[in-house]
């Protein structure tokens, strides 16, 4: 059986933030599968609700045996492990772990949109995704990452960290 290939978006604003996208990239490649790809760390601007600390984001290409339901159900279970607290939309958190994408699959569920529906919204997202996968196709738009990010009308600043840590590695 081939791998899938799916795109997690991580971020946070609470905490150590460094520290809290590393434990989500561990436990991600322990529980879902092989971090193939990861890219540099990004300051970001909140996105929805500006009066909160600016988050640290960062993308993830990752080969799974897992299905997109089961990616779901242990993202969910890394960020509660990691302190996320869900509350209101859009509140600061400690962790935020979204999946972008799950190869080239088209869903919407009570509890899972794929690809992320916002997406093509956000430049906190589209920057990270960029770097690691400027070609991938957006399944319903079938434009490339790069080709959305061209078209966003985003303007929140979206900021390579100068990381000397190994945070940006698979």
């Known amino acids: 059986m081939s791998k899938h290939k799916t795109h997690l978006l991580l ?42 600390p600016d988050f640290l984001n960062q993308a993830v290409e990752v080969a799974t045996d897992l299905t997109a339901d089961a990616v779901l159900r242990s993202v969910l279970a890394i960020e509660q492990e990691l302190g ?4 209101d939309k859009w509140n600061a ?30 430049n906190f997202a589209l920057v990270p995704m960029l770097e690691i996968a400027p070609n991938k196709q957006h399944p319903i738009f079938k434009k ?3 080709e959305l990010y061209e078209a966003s009308e985003d303007d929140l ?10 945070a940006n590695r698979p």
């Open 11 to 52: 971020g946070g604003n609470l905490g150590d933030r460094h520290d809290n996208l590393a434990k989500a990239k561990r436990l991600i490649g322990q529980r879902i599968g092989t971090v193939v790809k990861a890219s540099s760390l990004y300051e970001t601007q909140p996105w929805g609700k500006p009066d909160q």
């Open 84 to 87: 996320r607290q869900r509350e």
């Open 93 to 122: 958190r400690t962790i935020d772990i979204d999946i972008l994408f799950y190869d080239a699959k088209i869903l919407k569920t009570k509890d899972l949109t794929l690809p992320h529906p916002h997406l093509h919204e956000r």
């Open 144 to 146: 490339t990452i790069e």
């Open 157 to 166: 600043d979206v900021v390579m960290l100068d990381d000397e840590t190994d």
